[in-house]
């Protein structure tokens, strides 16, 4: 299993929206929309949040959403707040076991 | 609330192995999917396995297979991820991670750090 592609870095200004993307192949993200995303602040544990295309665990905001058409997934960020600067990694189910994400830095300008 | 507390910092010599633990509060261990990810300083997330509930066996990542063990002790709500012959490229935060149905990591625990050097 190959590490799905993501951009290293995004930046967007305070209110500004955001996409990341996430590129797999036939054999994870194109095949299962089984997708999620994680936040990871330094030092961190990461958080989930969203899965299984758009839907989100209880907790996280609407300003975060995901989706994925053919190989390539993406998460969306509406109104960037400074809190919301750190990586993000998408995830997706591969048959057996799944695979992550490089990660992207988010910068909050 | 499910929560997972991990055991402390290690630090080991090359060669040697790591027994990293995972004790969950809030819930019963057999209810849950128990997986491990692994993080090397600066780097991505890495997936290293877990119990597969579908086929009732504990699957891990090609690249760990033969060197990783994932058990549970039921009696004590603990999970645990055993690395052997340890290298330097070892060197990583450990976490253990709750699977939810939709294969999505809802839950993760604080981390174990374990630096392998000489």
């Known amino acids: 299993q190959s590490a799905l592609t993501q951009p290293a870095s995004v930046s967007g200004s305070p209110g500004q929206s955001i996409t990341i993307s996430c590129t797999g192949t036939?054999?994870?993200?194109?095949?299962?929309?089984?997708v999620s995303w994680y936040q990871q602040h330094p030092g961190k544990a990461p958080k989930l949040m969203t899965y299984?295309?758009?839907k989100r665990p209880s907790g996280v905001s609407n300003r975060f959403s995901g989706s994925t058409s053919g190989n390539t997934a993406s998460l969306t960020i509406s109104g960037l707040q400074a809190e919301d600067e750190a990586d993000y990694y998408c995830?997706?189910?591969?048959?057996?076991?799944?695979?992550f994400g490089g990660g992207t830095k988010l910068t909050v300008l | 609330q499910v929560q997972l507390a991990q055991s402390g910092a290690e630090v080991k010599k090359p060669g040697a192995s790591v027994k990293v633990s995972c004790k969950v509060y809030?819930?019963?261990?057999?209810?849950?999917?128990m997986h491990w990810v692994r993080q090397a300083p600066g780097k991505g997330l890495e997936w290293m396995g877990g119990?597969?509930?579908?086929?009732?066996?504990?699957m891990y990542a090609q690249k760990f297979q033969g060197r990783v063990t994932m058990t549970e002790d039921t009696s004590t709500a603990t999970a645990y991820m055993e690395l052997s012959s340890l290298r330097s490229e070892d060197t990583a935060v450990y976490y253990c991670?709750?699977?939810?149905?939709?294969?999505?990591?809802?839950?993760w625990g604080q981390g174990t750090m374990v630096t392998v050097s000489s």
């Open positions: 036939n054999n994870d993200v194109g095949s299962y929309n089984l």
């Open positions: 119990f597969d509930p579908e086929d009732d066996e504990t």
């Open positions: 809030g819930y019963t261990l057999t209810e849950l999917t």
């Open positions: 991670a709750t699977l939810g149905d939709s294969v999505e990591f809802d839950i």
């Open positions: 995830c997706s189910y591969a048959g057996r076991g799944v695979v």
């Open positions: 299984e295309g758009n």
